[in-house]
């Protein structure tokens, strides 16, 4: 009997470990279809030889810069609560053309053009916030913005919360 309950232990133990293992997940609105273009929503938004964050940089876009989505990775960077899978990209600087990774949060979640100015939405960051009910509960905030572009000139941002990186599933840009 004894035997018996050894080995029931272990596997109650086991099961318990396996659950708090932290599988990561891309947010959903960080998804970007291949061969399709695609904006840079972040300044000076680093391109890497591969896709991890300790590679080395291989160049730097601005907000604003069309690429090329060319193929999306398996690998997935978290950030804040923002969850996104890196692309392999092609851009054009100048009359050169050129590839490499970009992570996918720095990229816009939809952009539009309206009388020559161009209006991108992104998310920019995550910041802890205190729930009004429960002072004692820090709830992770996602940070929204619209940019209002002309050319590589930022003319306006307005930010705004979004919610959790549970809510970021799918966000739609109309006009």
């Not at 730097?60 to 990775?73: F, H, P, R, Y």
């Not at 209006?119 to 916030?129: A, C, D, V, Y």
């Not at 619209?146 to 109309?174: A, H, P, Q, R, W």
Request: glycine share 8%; with cysteine.
């Amino acid at each position: 009997m004894k035997p018996f309950i050894t080995v029931l232990f272990l596997c109650i133990i086991q099961f318990f470990s396996a659950q708090e293992e932290d599988y990561e997940y891309a947010n959903g609105v960080f998804y970007f279809e291949e061969n399709k273009t695609q904006k840079i929503f972040t300044d000076f938004t680093r391109i890497r030889q591969s896709p991890n964050v300790n590679a080395q940089i291989l160049d730097s876009l601005q907000t604003n810069q069309q690429i090329l989505i060319l193929k999306q990775d398996e690998t997935i960077l978290k950030l804040g609560e923002r969850r996104a899978n890196w692309y392999k990209i092609s851009y054009q600087k100048g009359d050169k053309t050129s590839e490499g990774y970009v992570w996918g949060g720095n990229l816009c979640v939809g952009y539009r053009t309206k009388n020559g100015y161009d209006f991108l939405f992104g998310l920019t960051k995550t910041i802890n916030k205190k729930d009004k009910k429960y002072p004692e509960i820090v709830i992770k905030q996602n940070i929204a913005s619209i940019k209002m572009v002309e050319g590589n000139t930022l003319i306006d941002e307005v930010s705004f919360d979004t919610g959790s990186g549970e809510s970021l599933s799918y966000g739609n840009f109309y006009h």
